[in-house]
Nanobody, 115 residues
Framework: QVHLVESGGGLVQAGGSLRLSCAASGSIFSINAMGWYRQTPGKQRELVAAITSGGSTNYADSVKGRFTISRDNGKITVYLQMNSLKPEDAAVYYC?????????WGQGTQVTVSS
């Protein structure tokens, strides 16, 4: 089993910043990638940012230049630094880990952005 625990969500004013963290534990032996997705009511979960085991990153167009994903391999933790937040960034953010083609998810953390 793989366990993902997110932290760092909350309420922030538009233009502000938040940093999300996701710590992985359990049967981890060959990570393909880790990342962050987000979801709002009535919409599909969408990729926000991802980082592969080799360090390559991928971002949704809507967050490029504002969000930065990073990883601490020693702690098996992934971070999402979110700057210049907009009301449309408000969502439940989910941590994701892909191992041998299997997707694992955290419980989600709420990000609220007030205008």
């Amino acid at each position: 089993q793989v366990h993902l625990v997110e932290s760092g969500g909350g309420l922030v004013q538009a233009g502000g910043s938040l940093r999300l963290s996701c710590a992985a534990s359990g049967s981890i032996f060959s990570i393909n990638a880790m990342g962050w997705y987000r979801q709002t009511p009535g919409k599909q979960r969408e990729l926000v940012a991802a980082i592969t085991s080799g360090g390559s990153t991928n971002y949704a167009d809507s967050v490029k230049g504002r969000f930065t994903i990073s990883r601490d391999n020693g702690k098996i933790t992934v971070y999402l630094q979110m700057n210049s937040l907009k009301p449309e960034d408000a969502a439940v953010y989910y941590c994701n880990l892909i191992q041998r083609g299997i997707y694992y998810w955290g419980q989600g953390t709420q990000v609220t952005v007030s205008s």
